[in-house]
């Protein structure tokens, strides 16, 4: 299962970027604890095929927090964890069925990307 995100102008020059569900469920995480939308959009955003809208400076905002608050605590290789820690260990890419929370991390490099599309875009969907 992944997730589109798309620039809320088609003419904005941002395009789409493709989200696998491994990687969007931090990404979810970072932004509902930024405080952006309610707890109805939150939840919403979980679920592929339901479109969730941020305008452009709710995007902008995302990414200043990301690159304050997130990527300077990365490293090449750590991970942002679904519960909102860091790890440097590798991700075994098995599926953790033990402890379900182990399937979701945000790399450094996806989350660089949705920075880079955020400062881009007029806005964005989800879906």
Do not use: K
């Not at 088609?10 to 789409?16: D, H, K, L, M, V």
């Not at 033990?98 to 945000?106: H, K």
Request: aromatic residues 12%; hydrophobic residues 40%; glycine residues 10%.
């Amino acid at each position: 299962m992944g997730f589109t995100i798309r620039d809320l102008d088609p003419a904005g020059g941002a395009g789409a970027l493709d989200v696998n569900a491994w990687h969007w469920r931090p990404t979810l995480e970072i932004i509902h604890s930024l405080g952006f939308g309610d707890e109805t959009r939150a939840i919403l955003m979980h679920y592929s095929g339901v479109t969730v809208e941020f305008d452009r400076d709710e995007a902008r905002a995302i990414a200043r927090a990301i690159r304050e608050r997130y990527l300077p605590r990365m490293g090449a290789d750590t991970r942002l964890t679904a519960d909102g820690g860091f790890t440097d260990e590798p991700d075994r890419v098995g599926f953790h069925r033990d402890d379900l929370s182990l399937n979701y991390s945000a790399t450094r490099p996806w989350l660089e990307q949705f920075c880079e599309f955020c400062e881009r875009c007029q806005g964005f969907a989800v879906n």
